[in-house]
C-alpha cells in the first residue's frame, strides 16, 4: 500500500519560511515524478511544483516561483518544500503526489497557515 506522508505544517507570518517534508513509502519501483499540491478552503486543489525521479528537472506555478523550491533525498523516500516569502494566500493543506501532472493519489496533507 503507498503512503505519502506531509509534515512540517504550521503558523507563520508574511514574509516567513517554511519547510515542508513528505515521507513516501510502498511503493513497488521508483523512484517517481513526484508533485505539490495544495488546496485552500473552499477552493479547487492547485498544483505547486514538481520533480524528476532523479531530482534534475523541476517545475513551480508562476504563484510560487522564485519563492518556493522543491527537492528530494531518495535514499530517504522523502519530498520536501522550501518555502520562503510566504503570503496569507499560500494558506492551504499541501499535499506531495506520486507523478508529473500532480493528479495522483494524495496522502496525508499538512496545513499551513500564512497569518500575522
Known amino acids: 500500500e503507498v503512503q505519502l506522508q506531509a509534515s512540517g505544517g504550521g503558523t507563520v507570518k508574511p514574509g516567513g519560511s517554511l519547510r515542508l517534508s513528505c515521507v513516501a513509502s510502498?511503493?513497488?519501483?521508483?523512484?517517481?515524478?513526484m508533485s505539490w499540491v495544495r488546496q485552500a478552503p473552499g477552493k479547487e486543489p492547485e498544483w505547486v511544483s514538481r520533480i524528476s525521479s532523479g531530482g534534475g528537472t523541476t517545475d513551480s506555478a508562476d504563484s510560487v516561483k522564485g519563492r518556493f523550491t522543491i527537492s528530494r533525498d531518495n535514499a530517504k523516500n522523502t519530498l520536501y518544500l522550501q518555502m520562503n516569502s510566504v503570503k496569507p494566500e499560500d494558506t492551504a493543506v499541501y499535499y506531495c503526489?506520486?507523478?508529473?501532472?500532480?493528479?495522483?493519489?494524495r496522502g496525508q496533507g499538512t496545513l499551513v497557515t500564512v497569518s500575522s
Open positions: 503526489t506520486k507523478g508529473w501532472d500532480g493528479l495522483g493519489p
Open positions: 510502498g511503493f513497488t519501483s521508483g523512484p517517481y515524478d
